[in-house]
């Protein structure tokens, strides 16, 4: 089937980016298909262009009534009829219902966007069921799984949706890419087989660079924008008053900032954001409300003023950097003393959605305080290998500009795998470390690790010495991490050959952002 044509005449592209052409062609041969593609990797033509090409109307459902508009009004911009496109939600009236009904009916519509909470109205179920519908396409699957950044229990209900609208392909699109995830999606909508296609996740233009937060890191962000100054970035902060107070520290300094968060009314967002597109203004300080759906090419810093919750919301907000390709310098503060207050917000919260999120927090400290490529650190967390030597941007983060010193940890890699083995690999990083350094405490005693020989037996050396050397042998594989027990370790086959046959491990230790700036940590 020719797909260069139709790709030509509705979008004006010569070329399909990455993995798309594959993806369309197992969407028009009616498979279910299952896309992870960073931002900005091309997610959207993958169903915009089947739906156009084929016969019926695609419903692709997408969490933000925002960006449905904005993908609405593009697709009516490449075609004679407005029916081309619609949104169903409750905001139409009955006229504009009965509107969309009849385009669906006759054929016009090509896709129809709803949100997950309209599509579960028998009315619109009892419609959809009698029309030709050609695929479902699921937007931003990862809502669907509380292992995802963003869950949204309305995404659980789309299984009944598919199951009433018998037999059309369904189409699951994301930019998290976890084994977690992808398995908790296809699992909850209920389907058996799906063609995969997953795209590299490392964006090789992107610089990522952590720097300990101390109380000046107001003035460092000054300077590090004062230094681009004219050019486009986003400053993310965990609280609506922290936005404000940054946004106005940097006007004060003779910044073009505007503040953007879900507290501020829908108009003066809707500026903030339009001033922030059309270069009125240089850098947006938001909440993360602001960015999914901003299509700036030419963003060229994000700084993190608060480390997020997890891996994938921070790849995801650095994501809205460089997408053009050029520069995109992701910075980040971090303070382990934001990590406990992030913690705190989730003490009211049922006990199984903490344990979650204390495990995808420990991925964010291992991150940050980890001294090894951070691009590698990344990418192993979305189940990618990355050559820290000859691959794509292997020189662009802070740590391989300036390499702490590495020494021989051939034996404390051995004593480590000894110690998760013999413990029968059923404990979590911070137990294993509290058994090599002798820490006791309830359960290990509980277990009587405490009187076992091994107990205490790397006790010359910190508890932070030896998380660092969890996380660098975690990331070469020698270890795993079990996420769905929350993060309990275990040894893998290369982890027991290495204890069969040791070889030379050169470790780097981590930043000890703890105690090097406890003073200075802003709380
Ligand atoms: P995602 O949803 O994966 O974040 P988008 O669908 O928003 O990504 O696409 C990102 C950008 O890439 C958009 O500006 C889009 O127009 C552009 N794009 C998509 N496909 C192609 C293509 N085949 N050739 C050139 N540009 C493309």
Redesign the pocket.
Known sequence: MDLYSP?KKF?G?S???GL?EQVIKSIVENNNTFVI?????????CYQLPALMTEGTAIVVSPLIALMKNQVDAIRGISEHNGVAHVLNSSLNKTEVAQVKEDITNGITKLLYVAPESLIKEEYVAFLRTQKISFVAIDEAHCISEWGHDFRPEYRNLKHIIKAIDNVPVICLT?TATEKVQEDILKTLGIQEANRFKASFNRPNLFYEVRPKTKEVEKDIIRFVKQRMGKSGIIYCLSRKKVEEVAQVLQVNGIKAVPYHAGLDAKTRVKHQDMFLMEDCDVVVATIAFGMGI?K?DVRFVIHHDIPKSLESYYQETGRAG?DDGEGYCLAFYAYKDIEKLEKFMASKPVAEQEIGHALLQEVVGYAETSMNRRKYLLHYFGEEFDDVNGEGADMDDNSRNPKKKHEAKEDVTLLLNVVKKTLQKYKAKEIVNTIVGKENALLTSHKTHLQPFFGSGKDKSSLYWMALIRQVLVINLIKKEIEQYGVIKLTKKGQEFLDKPTSFMMTEDHSYNEENDNAIIT
């Open positions: 790709l979008f592209f070329k399909f980016k798309q593609m960073p931002t900005g990797g091309g997610k959207s033509l930019a299509d090419p997408r």
